[in-house]
């Protein structure tokens, strides 16, 4: 690993004026699962001068019931997150996404903040650069996503264009589905944004100068439903292949607000909006459940070596609605 400077931040205030001083050259550490992985593989082009430390911010892991919602501090631990009764109680599909994030003692050190800014896992990315040279992919800024050509099999079947890594992140699937906005801070002040607008195709839209501080969820609808399913190839311990988060709300019998957010398939989280419109107004059951999930894959565009990622999809959409899930 190479050297760098490391700053323990005492307040966002500080954190801010560090990064903003750095001009693009300092990162952010909180758990550090991912970050230290990708400075010791040495992937990025460029190597920051600078580590500016934020799990010395108190205040930061909070999570707290309000009258609107929940609001979960950007150090919350995931295993806090999972076990928090507060989450369990109105927000089950986040405390599921939560548990299913790799190992205890990873849950342990990772915080939601750096859950959701971790980077990509497509391995073409993250090729370390001991091994006879980092790859410089689209992601990277140059030339080509190397996955259109290559061994395909764990990425992108949908919503991909130029890079076609999918979001590693299983609470941001969640968070999707429970429609919370992000509360980032930076040298203009602070700002609140929905998870559709922070996940960009090749990154997030934190500018240099900004870190996540929150995350804010509205309540969901008493009584829904909710579910998050992911399909793993070493259970428990990894990234999804495919993920489904599911909030529903029954209304007379019948499907009232539906969001369906799939994971592992596509660079974002996905909204499966045709699924979703198939479903509204119609009462779960298997027939629906079956159209449901046909129209959650109907613009599917797999790669050479990823088709196989569609009948997980569907399958797991079906799961996802039909399960009743946490109320
Ligand atoms: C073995 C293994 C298995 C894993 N399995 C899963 C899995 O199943 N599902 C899943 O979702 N993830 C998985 N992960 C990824 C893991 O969840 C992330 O590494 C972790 O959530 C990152 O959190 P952290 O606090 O450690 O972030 P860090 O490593 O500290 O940071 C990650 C990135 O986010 C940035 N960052 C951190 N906090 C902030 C902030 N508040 N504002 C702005 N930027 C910030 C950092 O600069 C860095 O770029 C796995 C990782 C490993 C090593």
Not at 3 to 27: D, P, Q
Not at 90 to 101: D, I, P, Q
Not at 176 to 185: C, D, N, P
């Amino acid at each position: 690993m190479k050297s760098f400077n490391h700053f323990n931040a005492k307040s966002v205030r500080e954190a801010i004026t560090l990064l903003k001083n750095h001009k693009g050259r300092a990162m952010v550490i909180a758990g550090g699962t991912d970050l230290i992985g990708i400075l010791k593989d040495r992937i990025l082009p460029s190597y920051p001068e600078a580590i500016i430390n934020i799990k010395t911010i108190p205040g930061l892991d909070v999570i707290e019931e309000s009258a609107a919602g929940l609001k979960v501090g950007a150090l919350a631990k995931l295993a806090d997150i999972a076990r928090s009764q507060k989450v369990k109680k109105n927000f089950g599909v986040l405390a599921e996404a939560a548990k299913s994030v790799g190992t205890p003692h990873l849950r342990n050190m990772a915080t939601i903040g750096g859950n959701l800014c971790q980077d990509v896992r497509c391995w073409y990315y993250r090729y370390p650069h001991h091994m006879g040279g980092r790859v410089i992919c689209r992601r990277k800024g140059k030339g080509t996503c190397y996955a259109i050509k290559g061994d395909n099999r764990y990425n992108a079947i949908l919503g991909a264009k130029s890079c076609f890594a999918v979001c590693p992140s299983d609470t941001a699937i969640a968070l999707s589905a429970l429609e919370a906005k992000i509360k980032i801070a930076g040298g203009d002040g602070t700002r609140f944004i929905s998870i559709s607008d922070f996940f960009t195709p090749l990154g997030n839209s934190l500018n240099r100068d900004e870190l996540v501080t929150e995350v804010r969820i509205p309540n969901p609808p008493q009584g829904c439903r909710q579910r998050f399913l992911k399909f793993t190839l070493r259970e428990p311990i990894d990234f999804a292949i495919v993920s489904v988060a599911s909030v529903i709300n029954i209304e007379d019998g019948v499907c009232g607000d539906v969001r369906i957010v799939l994971g592992g398939v596509a660079p974002m989280p996905l909204r499966a909006k045709g699924a979703e419109h198939v479903i509204k107004g119609k009462p779960l059951n298997s027939e629906t459940a079956e159209d449901a999930a046909r129209a959650a894959v109907s613009n599917a565009k797999p790669l050479s070596r990823n088709a196989y990622k569609i009948e997980i999809t569907k399958v797991m959409v079906k799961r996802a609605i039909l399960s009743e899930g946490r109320r």
